[in-house]
């Protein structure tokens, strides 16, 4: 079993930066892929980032390309989204997600765990 707690986000400005993070407990989070989704009122859940359990291979959403980065530092059990040049359509709750494999997901379904998500708010 593995429990995620999201924290980073917060109220910016378009062009800024924000940097969250999602710590992990139990000892699966080495050996599982993680990701990053968002969800805006109204819309499905996306995802943003995905990244393999060694972080050798990454995958992002194409809106997010160039401005966003995902990595992982399995001796803390964390895994970080890097945002930058934020926009407003990038406001939305984020969402830490784990899955019991080695490989990445790229939807919502293929993820086991959650974290209770994180608001972002980009203001123009």
């Known amino acids: 079993q593995v429990q995620l707690v999201e924290s980073g986000g917060g109220l910016v400005q378009a062009g800024d930066s924000l940097r969250l993070s999602c710590t992990a407990s139990g000892r699966a989070f080495s050996s599982s892929a993680m990701g990053w989704f968002r969800q805006a009122p109204g819309k499905e859940r996306e995802i943003v980032a995905a990244?393999?359990?060694?972080?050798?291979?990454?995958y992002y959403g194409d809106s997010v390309k160039g401005r966003f980065t995902i990595s992982r530092d399995n001796a803390k059990n964390t895994v970080y989204l890097q945002m930058n040049s934020l926009k407003p359509e990038d406001t939305a709750t984020y969402y830490c997600?784990?899955?019991?494999?080695?490989?990445?997901?790229?939807?919502?379904?293929?993820?086991?765990?959650w974290g209770q998500g994180t608001q972002v708010t980009v203001s123009s």
């Open positions: 990244i393999s359990w060694r972080g050798a291979f990454t």
């Open positions: 997600a784990g899955r019991p494999t080695t490989m990445v997901g790229t939807t919502a379904s293929k993820y086991r765990y």
